[in-house]
């Protein structure tokens, strides 16, 4: 079945939450050649917002000065949206229409997306109006993990061993 196909254009409790737990998604474009352009958002989790249940949006700050998706955008608003939780082998495809406001056009919206421990000033809103979604099939996604994650894992395997090494010397203390 085709994404477009898919009849699904409105989040459940399920995409949000799996949006709201991300730290970057992959942003497809069409340049007016009609070449795809892919590009990688980051920040911090959450910085993706969702405004309801068919509006996404972010604040756009001023980066490398490499405005190749925002000049698609104003050719052809047709966008995609890869979202990827390798730890738990998941993606999120979304379709979306793309809709870029300039930061003194609606202030407000600026501020409700900006993060206030992000020292940088946002030029302009993305806000992504979905109209098709699609979950895909785990089989071939590489688990990986993130630092935040491996420090996690890491810190439970550390209290362990910690544990066993008392318990070791209790042992040994009581043996002698």
């Known amino acids: 079945m085709l994404l477009a196909d898919s009849g699904e254009d409105r989040l459940s409790a399920r995409e949000i939450d799996f949006i709201a737990q991300r730290d970057g998604f992959y942003l497809g474009t069409v340049s007016e050649d ?30 490398n000065m490499q405005l190749l998706s925002t000049g698609n955008i104003g050719h052809d608003d047709r966008v ?37 421990s992000y020292a940088a000033k946002p030029e302009r809103a993305f806000v992504l109006h979905v109209e098709a979604f699609d979950w895909n099939c785990p089989q071939h996604i590489t688990p990986r993990f993130t630092e935040a994650e491996i420090a996690t894992r890491e810190r439970a395997l550390r209290d362990r061993i910690a544990a066993l090494e008392s318990q070791l010397n209790q042992l040994a203390s009581s043996a002698g």
Not at 45 to 56: E, H, M, P, Q, S
Not at 93 to 116: C, F, H, M, N, V
Request: hydrophobic fraction near 40%.
């Open 80 to 116: 995609s949206l890869f979202f990827m939780d390798y730890a738990h082998r998941r993606r999120l495809k979304i379709l979306a229409r793309a809709e870029i406001i300039d930061g003194r056009d609606d202030p407000a919206l600026l501020k409700r997306l900006s993060d206030p």
């Open 34 to 63: 009609g070449w795809p352009y892919v590009q990688y958002r980051g920040g911090p989790t959450g910085f993706l917002k969702v405004i309801d249940d068919a509006t996404l949006a972010y604040a756009d700050f001023r980066g």
